[in-house]
């Protein structure tokens, strides 16, 4: 590794810190927490002095600290989504410390501001310059209702996500057409050494109380996360109670055809006792036959029916002191199929891969686990006013995929991945004089990462993959004269991966058996980033920015087929790429509108093609662009109407003269690029105790390129013609304990084929969607 970047990261960082630690001396400081009316800690509420054009928010915890205020007299104003916004008289002494405890008053309308915390420091949505959709746990629990799968609940709530495929993976469910990298707690769950496609569904939504959505490429949380992030932060006990629970029991299947109902339960308890809190969950799942729209069964292959889920999840919090916390959270995941029927290959734009009655060859594929275990320590001011985050994690991984004939002789592959990783994150505000207001963001990200895929008879297909990953970074935010906020940040990565030696499979016609001598590959370099938004007009709240990401390129697949004799000679440099965005968010009386438009390049991409029958990697220049807006409007008290478009497009520059629009030149295939996508919604919650929602959903059109002249396509290449989907959910609250929830998936029971069946081009994945599916559960609190 190479520490010349390191080093000079190091340098910068030392001269910036003591300024940090030490700015605030003489003046004083308001410190606190808040909480609701149940005494329940309130995570990112905002707190401000107008006066002084001071801001901040609590931490996970609730509380909060402003430093820097000079002696006097001021009003406090605290606000968060919710709640009613309250303001309290506080007088400061020099030199001393105010402590304020605020209790926030429910409300039944939702406040336009809602804040984030996946930039590692909780910030109002409203001074954040970037794209981000966060789904609550009411938004959560609404599209549960309808289908447990997260790749389902995604899709239909963040613009620029490609859609769900209705299977266990979900390739070419890119975000703004490049890579996503999906977090649970911070803890990686992709896996972009060799990309296994398996990381969405990686939890399930029973235990998730929020996900953030940062669009656009990001360097926060380190390699992989081209076309940004998604982080699932997963539920706490604090609740109030010292002991309570949830039940829910569940049926699902199709309306038409036999052998289709399955069940779910959910189980969970949580509480708080004194200084200790719980929440213990488990899940399990099983479903039933999927058919389509027309009674046939579905084709099994990577299909999401006749399969069994289980999760596992524990949270155990404690206050060491009041200014001091450590959590410990574990989760277990696990999705096997094991199905009666075989794939009967269907006949591209014909007539539908279909399931048939047989028994599979092989092992029952699906993931057979995925743990995640993270140990989290916060401390409040532990010098001066920094605040300091840090964490150890863990997370083992393994998947088996379906029987490929690719091989020689057959065969299935597995997808194993272990990360073990630390982060050191500390926060330290500051003010230049009265009209800046400044928090500096610094701290160290150490990963390791083993990954590889071998077929299930112990034949190696990508050998192991052992890379180290230093990560130092700062980031920097100034509020200027309250209302303009502007952000940049800096990242050193410091990465090696060591390969042993190996030798290439024998694939079906004949090709491979090379032996290539390993050794270890070294990345370096900076990525940066910065932005601005201003947020003194609600009518008006623009922001600008421009990011980079660093990630390096998918090893794992250059490997499997390298033609070379050493790891030297092989294409493996990195991905960096450039994004540019600009948008703004509008509230004009009771409507409220977003859009954003971006832009995003890379002198080195990863266009997906097949060649003689395998998969490698174009790598060329790549221009990315598209634009998103969503809107939403109460029409009348308890109606609420809204919703989203989205359209992206890529190019890739293969003669290389920067145009991307010579005769030589490409689109980027439907496996990065996905159709635009149309989304409205009804909600409507005028009956007292009872909620509604009807979801529609339109995928347009693709279609770029030429057929192989036999009907078929090379993979991503096939036409992807438009089609609609509508879904309901209706839940209803009996009384505080008792509720009844109705689902049910494609309303109108359309015979449709998903975008992926269409863009893969061949008869063997031409495979219809899910016909009308209901989903009727009953839960009980306690």
């Known amino acids: ?66 430093a820097g205020i000079p002696a006097g007299n001021y009003t406090l104003s605290i606000s968060m989504t919710g709640y009613e916004k309250q303001q309290k008289e506080v007088s400061i002494a020099a030199g001393g410390t105010t402590e304020v405890n605020v209790v926030l008053k429910e409300q039944q309308a939702d406040l336009s501001e809602v804040v984030v915390s996946a930039s590692r420091r909780a910030e109002s949505l409203s001074q954040t310059p970037s794209s981000v959709t966060i789904l609550t746990a009411k938004d959560i629990s609404t599209q549960s209702i309808i289908s447990p799968n997260l790749a389902n609940i995604l899709s239909y709530s963040v613009p620029g996500l490609g859609m769900a495929t209705n299977q266990t993976g979900n390739s070419g469910q890119t975000l703004r057409g490049r890579n996503v990298l999906v977090l649970i707690d911070g803890i990686p769950q992709s896996t972009p050494l060799r990309a296994g496609g398996r990381d969405i569904r990686s939890i399930d939504p029973s235990v998730i109380e929020r996900v953030e959505v940062i669009k656009g490429a990001t360097a926060i949380y380190g390699n992989g996360a081209e076309g940004g992030l998604i982080n699932y932060i997963t539920k706490k006990g604090n609740s109030g109670k ?52 027309k009674g046939v069964v579905i084709s099994p292959e990577y299909g999401l029916g006749e399969t069994k889920s289980y999760n596992g999840y524990v949270k155990l919090g404690y206050d060491i002191t009041e200014k ?33 009655r047989g028994e ?66 500390l926060n330290t505000p500051f003010s230049l004089n009265e009209d800046v207001l400044m928090q500096v963001n610094y701290g160290l990200d150490l990963l390791n990462d083993k990954t590889a895929q071998n077929l299930v008879d112990g034949r190696v297909w990508v050998p192991t993959m052992n890379m180290w990953n230093v990560a130092p970074y700062v980031q920097a935010s100034a509020n200027i004269l309250r209302d303009l906020t502007i952000k940049a940040g800096l990242r050193s990565e410091n ?13 079906s016609k004949g090709k491979g058996n090379i032996a290539v001598k390993g050794g270890t590959l070294n990345y370096n370099d900076f990525v940066f980033n910065a932005g601005a938004r201003y947020s003194a007009w609600k009518v008006f709240n623009p922001f600008i920015s421009y990011a980079q990401s660093f990630s390096v390129f998918e090893v794992g697949r250059v490997l499997r087929v390298a033609q070379a004799n050493t790891l030297a000679q092989l294409e493996t440099k990195p991905i960096i790429v450039n994004n540019y965005e600009a948008g703004f968010s509008s509230t004009l009386g009771k409507l409220n509108l977003s859009a954003a438009y971006y832009l995003s390049t890379s002198k080195l991409g990863a266009n997906l093609l097949e060649i003689d029958g395998r998969y490698i990697s174009q790598r060329i220049p790549e221009r990315v662009y598209g634009f998103e807006i969503q809107a939403d409007y109460p029409v009348i008290d308890g109606l609420l109407i809204g919703g989203n478009y989205a359209q992206v497009e890529g190019k890739g520059d293969v003669d290389d003269d920067g145009k991307f629009d010579g005769p030589t030149d490409v689109y980027l295939n439907t496996t990065r690029i996905p159709p635009s996508k149309t989304t409205v919604y009804l909600k409507y919650s005028g009956i007292k105790n009872l909620n509604l929602d009807l979801n529609w959903m339109r995928v347009g059109s693709r279609d770029h390129f030429k057929g192989k002249g036999d009907g078929t396509y090379l993979i991503g290449e096939g036409p992807v013609k438009a089609y609609d989907l509508f879904n309901f959910a209706a839940a209803y609250k009996v009384n505080q304990a008792l509720n009844f929830n109705l689902g049910i998936e494609n309303l109108l029971n359309k015979n449709y084929y998903p975008a992926i069946s269409q863009f893969y081009g061949s008869g063997i994945n031409y495979v219809r969607g899910n016909g009308r599916r209901f989903n009727l559960a009953v839960g009980y609190a306690f």
């Not at 005494?39 to 600290?65: A, E, H, M, V």
């Not at 959910?266 to 929440?279: N, V």
């Not at 990465?495 to 694939?507: C, Q, S, Y």
Request: overall charge positive; proline content about 2%; aromatic content about 14%.
């Open 495 to 507: 990465m090696n991966i060591k390969v042993d030696d190996f030798t290439t499979l024998l694939d």
């Open 242 to 293: 010292t002991f309570g629970g949830y039940s829910q029991i569940g049926l699902s299947g199709n309306t038409k055809g036999d052998s289709t109902i399955g069940y779910r339960a959910t189980q969970q308890f949580y509480g708080k006792l004194k200084k200790f809190d719980y929440l213990l969950s488990g899940m399990y799942e099983k479903t039933g036959v999927y058919r389509d729209a």
């Open 324 to 356: 001091q916390r450590l959590d410990l959270m574990y989760n277990y995941f696990s999705s096997r199929q094991d199905s009666r029927y075989v794939t009967k290959a269907g006949v591209y734009n014909v007539s539908p891969a279909i399931g048939v």
């Open 360 to 425: 599979r060859p092989g092992v029952d594929e699906g993931t057979r686990f995925n743990h995640n275990a993270n140990l989290q320590y916060t401390n409040q001011k532990i010098i001066g006013n920094t605040d300091l985050t840090a964490n150890v994690y863990y997370q083992d991984f393994y998947t088996i995929y379906s029987n490929s004939a690719s091989f020689a002789g057959g065969g299935q592959s597995a997808l194993l991945s272990t990360k073990k990783g630390a982060r050191l994150n």
């Open 1 to 66: 590794m190479k520490l010349k970047p390191l080093l000079l990261f190091v340098a910068f960082f030392a001269c910036v810190l003591p300024w940090n630690l030490f700015a605030q001396t003489g003046k004083g400081t308001i410190s606190g927490i808040v909480t609701d009316s149940l005494n329940q800690n309130i995570p990112f509420s905002n707190i401000s002095i107008k006066k002084l054009n001071l801001k901040t928010s609590s931490d996970k915890n609730g509380k909060f600290t402003l």
